[in-house]
């Protein structure tokens, strides 16, 4: 995943985890009158499954199918390495801001859990497998994700009575059995990764209150008439005034007097408390699901949701009558133009260029031929409202394009062609011949991923055709491809021009559909 792709999706996650929460929010108290506490907790698992859907590879869009990594033709002239995109620095600038956040985050919160562990004292195992504290301040307590561990106050024996012993072990044992722990390692992780959230902090707050109420619940069911007991329990219990963000514990932060008179509450009846679970998981299922369905489709093109350029286009074959297209599209978007009887086609995408000072457009596609691709992928350069012409090869057969492109807007045009860093030649038309092309090879995660992308190597050419020289000018997304197209230019060979020549490659990476 690149900065860019990586910003994107943590300001995707926020949106998608924030309308979660304010769902749960809004939802917890009514829930919890109708269908319980414990159906009111399982409320929270919209949050981390809506944000696995936001994980999830996005969908894919119908797309005209294209190769899987083709070479651009090549257009002599000199361009200078081109900086990177003010997009990518304001990401790279934001990324390390967001890094430096979480490490804040990280070290705050491992500071809370260290005092809190430090406050303990020594501790030691009993007989019946529990742990004893040498401190009574916020315990007992459940501490350790995967192999949680239960800790006893020093006197545990002399503040509760025998009854009491037994309902605070039903407690913590609830909180055991009930994978508390992973969930409150999880809420943890998330403060980390979404530090600038404030309503996630509060959220994670609200969250280990109903956890406590769910686990008072469960406690309840398996001894129903233990409610003053439990209640006194409780009201006995030294309130710790250190937080745990990993573990179980009677911090400052439980609602006493709600759980209190949630005791006094009736239990809802197993077969509505059964339903009501069933709903908020099939609920929970559903955002994630949702998260993942409103995802931008993974092969679409950023571009413009207006029509911003009307093309006419003629595609036919050496010595033929021609069909005629016309097309109203924005820049960058994949269009696909066929002939009546489907054995001819052109699928490929339209941006605005730069030829000197003079405004151009760059048809970038592939034709297609009786289902077939007739030749390597074509590229088009004409100035606008200019007509020009592209023909494949000297046959009888071979496909002919010519098209002319009219911008809407001159002046957002060469502003787009400014932006996208796509500038043609300074006033040149000649065109090197590729005798022998490199086919990079697909970077094994960009394929699994569904990135695509695209990049430009700067190149100085001898007088003999062979490379002199190759650095990388300019790749989108930055880093994805630049080893695979490096790794392969030393294959290259243009046509001999009888001096050297320098100029640029454009590589276009774009999967089969």
Not at 201 to 217: G, I, K, S, W
Not at 313 to 326: C, D, E, T, V, Y
Not at 411 to 416: D, G, H, N, R
Request: net charge positive.
């Amino acid at each position: 995943m690149t900065r860019i792709e990586l910003l994107a999706w943590l300001q995707y996650a926020t949106v998608i985890s924030s309308a979660a929460i304010v769902l749960i929010l809004l939802l917890r108290k009514p829930v919890r009158r109708r269908f319980g506490t414990q159906v009111a907790y399982a409320l929270w698992w919209w949050l981390p499954l809506s944000l696995l859907g936001s994980l999830l590879p996005a969908r894919k869009m119908a797309m005209p199918e294209m190769p899987l990594a083709g070479l651009g033709v090549f257009v002599t002239g000199h361009e200078a390495a081109s900086p990177l995109p003010q997009s990518t620095e304001h990401a790279t600038a934001f990324l390390a801001l967001w890094l430096l956040g979480m490490l804040l985050m990280a070290v705050w919160l491992t500071w809370q859990q260290s005092r809190f562990l430090h406050g303990l004292g020594r501790l030691q195992r009993r007989a019946d497998g529990v742990w004893q504290a040498e401190t009574r301040v916020g315990l007992p307590a459940l501490i350790g994700v995967f192999r949680p561990r239960i800790i006893l106050p020093v006197d545990f024996e002399t503040r509760y009575d025998p009854h009491e012993r037994h309902l605070m072990l039903l407690h913590e044992n609830a909180h055991r059995h009930s994978f508390d722990m992973p969930g409150n390692a999880l809420a943890a992780v998330l403060r980390v990764l979404f530090w600038f959230n404030p309503l996630l902090h509060f959220a994670v707050a609200r969250f280990r209150h109903d956890q406590e109420l769910a686990c008072d619940a469960r406690v309840l069911q398996q001894q129903p008439g233990a409610r003053r007991a439990y209640a006194g329990a409780m009201l006995k219990t030294h309130i710790a005034s250190v937080s745990l963000p990993v573990g179980c514990h009677w911090g400052s932060s439980h609602p006493l007097k709600e759980r209190v008179m949630q005791m006094q509450r009736k239990l809802p009846q197993n077969s509505l408390q059964v339903a009501g679970l069933g709903v908020a998981i099939s609920l929970a299922l559903a955002s994630g699901f949702a998260a993942w369905a409103m995802q931008p489709a993974a092969s679409q093109v950023a571009s413009s949701t207006q029509n911003d350029y009307s093309a006419e286009i003629q595609l036919g074959l050496n010595g033929q009558k021609a069909h005629s297209f016309r097309l109203s599209e924005g820049y960058g978007r994949q269009f696909a133009i066929k002939t009546d009887a489907g054995d001819l086609s052109f699928s490929g995408q339209i941006n605005p260029v730069r030829m000197g000072e003079t405004l151009a457009f760059r048809i970038d596609g592939k034709i297609w031929q009786q289902g077939q691709a007739s030749a390597a992928p074509v590229t088009l350069v004409l100035a606008a409202g200019k007509t020009g012409t592209l023909r494949t090869g000297s046959n009888a057969d071979s496909p002919v394009l010519s098209a002319s492109v009219t911008p809407r807007d001159r002046q957002a045009a060469w502003a787009q062609a400014e932006e996208l860093n796509l500038q043609a030649a300074q006033g040149s038309d000649v065109v090197h011949r590729v005798i022998k092309r490199p086919t990079p090879i697909y970077p094994p995660e960009a394929l699994k991923a569904g990135i695509e992308g695209k990049v430009r190597v700067l190149v100085d050419i001898n007088a003999d055709g062979t490379l002199k020289h190759a650095k990388m000018g300019s790749s989108e997304p930055v880093g994805v491809f630049d080893a695979a197209v490096m790794s392969a230019m030393s294959e290259v060979r243009f046509q001999p021009q009888g001096a050297e020549t320098s100029g640029y490659i454009d590589f276009a990476f774009v999967q089969d559909k």
